[in-house]
């Protein structure tokens, strides 16, 4: 079955990095477009950031876009979320999910599996 799974979360301090792991198995991990999303408490769901099965495709959210970076490793069935300069407001649970095409796209819908998450705290 599909499995998503999630690290490198953590405490930040403010201005801090911090680099997410999302391994995934169950599937031909090149096929399909891969997105981070994250919650916060009290809050919707926002789609962080996206990318297109082979690369050349990506999307991030304003909130994000010039401090965090999205890459994959196909030969690793691996997503990453590279976070610098993080601040307070990044604070989440950061989900990793596997969209039901090669594209990647910030609709909810176009999503079939997600995992657990993993908690990114930002605080001094």
């Known amino acids: 079955q599909v499995q998503l799974v999630e690290s490198g979360g953590g405490l930040a301090q403010p201005g801090g990095s911090l680099r997410l792991s999302c391994v995934a198995s169950?599937?031909?991990?090149?096929?399909?477009?891969i997105s981070w999303a994250r919650q916060a408490p009290g809050k919707a769901i926002e789609w962080v950031s996206g990318?297109?099965?082979?690369?050349?495709?990506?999307y991030y959210a304003d909130s994000v876009e010039g401090r965090f970076t999205i890459a994959r490793d196909n030969a690793k069935n691996t997503v990453y979320l590279q976070m610098n300069d993080l601040k307070p407001e990044d604070t989440a649970r950061y989900f990793c999910?596997?969209?039901?095409?090669?594209?990647?796209?910030?609709?909810?819908?176009?999503?079939?599996?997600w995992g657990q998450g993993i908690q990114v705290t930002v605080s001094s």
């Open positions: 169950g599937f031909t991990f090149s096929n399909y477009a």
């Open positions: 990318m297109s099965s082979d690369g050349p495709y990506t």
């Open positions: 999910a596997k969209a039901r095409s090669f594209i990647a796209t910030r609709f909810d819908d176009e999503y079939d599996s």
